[in-house]
């Protein structure tokens, strides 16, 4: 489980770098969808 989260946060924190440094507006933009679902699913949340 511990390996789940801690793979979780580094996805987490990918989709957050290229929301906000994506040169690409496609990409940037389902970044920034991305990332707001990531956190509510990321495991152990509540």
């Given at each position: 489980m511990q390996q789940m989260?801690?793979?979780h946060e580094d996805a987490?924190?990918?989709?957050q770098n290229a929301?906000?440094?994506a040169?690409?507006?496609?990409l940037k933009a389902a970044a920034e969808?991305?990332?707001p679902r990531?956190?509510?699913l990321?495991?152990?949340?509540?």
């Open positions: 989260v801690r793979d987490l924190k990918l989709a929301a906000k440094n040169k690409d507006a496609d969808k991305a990332v990531a956190r509510k990321r495991p152990g949340a509540a």
